[in-house]
């Protein structure tokens, strides 16, 4: 139930109801007041008129902000090899890019303005159906040092960007799950894995190279301001490492983290995303942005409710922007949009993880109520603050105080929560 097909007919024998989901698109140009439409259900075989129903739409006068103009911070961390493997097309082939197309701009019209990129193989272990190779191809020359490929980054960073998402690109990662960066080695003639730690020497060798020409290389293409080192779920001791490791070998490279806040952390990362229900200070987030950072807040397969799993209730995924601006977040960020499990129509589950946690989008692309729903909570959002300088700059504090009230109403402080032990707790 919670796919919304392609389909545009289909047989109902009687005395059965079906759902059809109908989103309306109202031109932006559009003048304010109540529009008349009509839905005709038709029947398949002679287009005759079964039933026409009668729709009124309430066009306001506010306009909604493009996508790519929207303030509320969105992230779903990027998969594209489920695409590549599900469609039986060559990874990084003309095909392959081809098909991801609709999958990127339909994310870039909820919003997404974060590239995923991936740095050395797989940096989630075993938390994936498709493996993700590397963006970049290091290798180890016989003489010691070290040379990169980047034009399959490159292509990838400017696909994304010609699909609408070009903000930010956050690059995985320094601390993979497993620790190991597969790297292939002139003198061995093979790929090699390097099982090493954050306080290892060959770890500081390995990343100091590789972060001098990387920055050297987004330089010369335009993208070093905008582009990220990230880190996903990691310790505050392997971070504060990489982090020193980072800055001693190219001074200002931005980095991010989506895990556990920790106070350390906080004067550190540009992009800072801490687990839901946890909270920053309102001195850290004042200093935040007065450096122009984000500070976002993420559900995971340990957050029970609210979540955007398929058994979750659809109301949950509007819930979570409006949730992220009552708590003064910047945004929202979720661990994954398209990482499919092997038969994503018909089973959403993937080994040990809630049904739904690794994709809201179908093979199709078919959108899910789950994602529809999400969107219109960050329409809401910017509803919201739209709403709040229109009621301060014209001196309606009676308008602001109610709109205010209610959206405190969604602040960690007011509602009831689960706890991933699934108890009920104030």
């Known amino acids: 139930p919670d796919v919304i097909d392609l389909e545009n007919s289909m047989a109902i024998s ?26 005709d259900i038709l029947e398949t075989a002679t287009q005759a008129v079964v039933v026409q129903l009668t729709l009124r739409v309430n066009v306001q006068e506010n306009v909604l902000p493009l996508p790519s103009e929207q303030t509320f911070h969105l992230d779903f961390l990027l998969q594209p090899y489920s695409v590549s493997r599900y469609e039986n097309v060559t990874r990084w082939s003309n095909k392959h890019f081809e098909l991801l197309r609709p999958y990127m701009e339909l994310l870039a019209r909820g919003g997404k303005s974060v590239v995923s990129a991936i740095l050395f193989y797989e940096p989630w272990g075993s938390q994936s159906y498709d493996k993700f190779d590397p963006m970049i191809q290091t290798t180890r020359k016989t003489d010691g040092s070290w040379s990169y490929d980047y034009s399959i980054f490159d292509r990838w960073v400017e696909f994304m960007a010609s699909c609408g998402i070009d903000k930010q690109i956050d690059c995985f990662t320094m601390i993979p799950w497993d620790m190991t960066f597969r790297y292939y080695d ?24 590789f972060l001098i020409s990387f920055a050297n290389h987004l330089r010369e293409k335009g993208w070093f301001e905008k582009t990220m080192i990230a ?9 504060l490492e990489a982090y020193n490791i980072a800055q001693e070998a190219v001074p200002g490279f931005r980095m991010a983290l989506a895990g556990h806040y920790h106070q350390e952390l906080t004067d550190k990362l540009a992009d800072y995303c801490i687990s839901f229900w946890q909270k920053f200070s309102a001195d850290e987030l004042k200093n935040r942005r007065a450096k122009g950072w984000y500070s976002t807040t993420y559900t995971c397969c340990s957050t029970n409710k609210p979540n955007i799993f398929t058994n979750s209730l659809p109301a949950e995924a509007a819930f979570l922007p ?55 909570g960050i329409q809401q959002t ?8 229109q009621y301060q700059a014209s001196g309606n504090s009676k308008a602001l105080t109610k709109l205010n009230k209610a959206v405190e109403g ?11 032990t699934s108890k009920r707790v104030n």
């Open 14 to 39: 009687a005395c059965n109801t079906r759902p059809v989901w109908l989103t309306l698109e109202v031109p932006r140009d559009a003048e304010p007041g109540i529009y008349t439409l009509t839905l």
């Open 186 to 209: 002139e003198t061995q003639r093979k790929e090699v894995s390097l099982k090493t730690s954050t306080s290892a020497a060959e770890y500081k060798e390995l990343w100091t190279a």
């Open 231 to 239: 880190m996903d779920e990691r310790d505050l001791t392997n971070m």
């Open 322 to 376: 409006i949730f992220s601006v009552a708590n003064d977040f910047d945004g929202y960020l979720h661990w994954s949009w398209m990482n499919w499990p092997e038969k994503p129509l018909t089973d959403s589950r993937f080994k040990y993880f809630a049904p739904g946690d690794t994709y809201c989008i179908y093979p199709g692309p078919r959108s899910s109520v789950r994602w529809e729903r999400f969107m219109e």
């Open 382 to 389: 910017e509803k919201i603050k739209i709403l709040r300088q």
């Open 410 to 420: 969604f602040s960690s402080s007011k509602i009831h929560y689960y706890e991933s």
